[in-house]
């Protein structure tokens, strides 16, 4: 991936490296979740949901609505087709990367979800950069929604392997201060 600052980034793209797939509800995803359902108008829009994690808030919100997902995990797309949600689709990409202004340049979305907007950050400069697609993004009255959580800490991603009975040697990505 292509970024717009000059810091020093692992790849994930290389390989299928597990991350939220198959964890439960974050407290930042469950009070997204409920200040959305709460929208009495949310449905027939056009939803952006960065880090889709397990996928929770497309399955609970109106299938009428069309939803976009992009996350740095091929094992969180893989479950997320997996469950066959109407209108859900989802993209490799960092929402980081000059990859998303060109996958999104001709889209428009009346929502932007992203629980953690700033904790993944490696500079200031990368997440200006990302701010000013999401607003770009934005059709006029359209929302971006996130967590004040996932404005409080930052973490970065590293790929791990690691080994577990059940799945035995398996790639994730862990967060590391």
């Known amino acids: 991936m292509n970024f717009n600052c000059k810091c020093s980034k692992p790849t994930f793209f290389n390989k299928k490296y597990s991350y939220w797939e198959k964890r439960e509800i974050t407290t930042d995803e ?22 889709i994690g397990n996928s929770l808030i497309a399955k609970k919100i109106d299938n009428t609505n069309n939803i976009i997902g992009i996350t740095i995990s091929h094992n969180e797309i893989d479950y997320a087709h997996s469950l066959e949600i109407q209108n859900y689709k989802t993209i490799f990409c960092d929402k980081y990367s000059k990859n998303l202004a060109k996958l999104f340049s001709k889209q428009n979305f009346d929502l932007i979800i992203d629980p953690n907007l700033k904790s993944y950050s490696c500079c200031q400069d990368a997440f200006n950069f990302m701010m000013e697609n999401f607003f770009n993004f934005l059709k006029p009255g359209g929302k971006i929604i996130t967590s004040i959580n996932g404005m409080k800490w930052y973490k970065s991603l590293k790929p791990k392997l690691t080994f577990s009975f059940k799945s035995l040697f398996y790639f994730k990505m862990k967060e590391v201060p």
Do not use: A, F, Y
């Open 30 to 51: 469950q009070e997204i979740l409920d200040k959305i359902l709460l929208e009495s108008d949310l449905k027939n829009k056009n939803i952006l949901h960065v880090g």
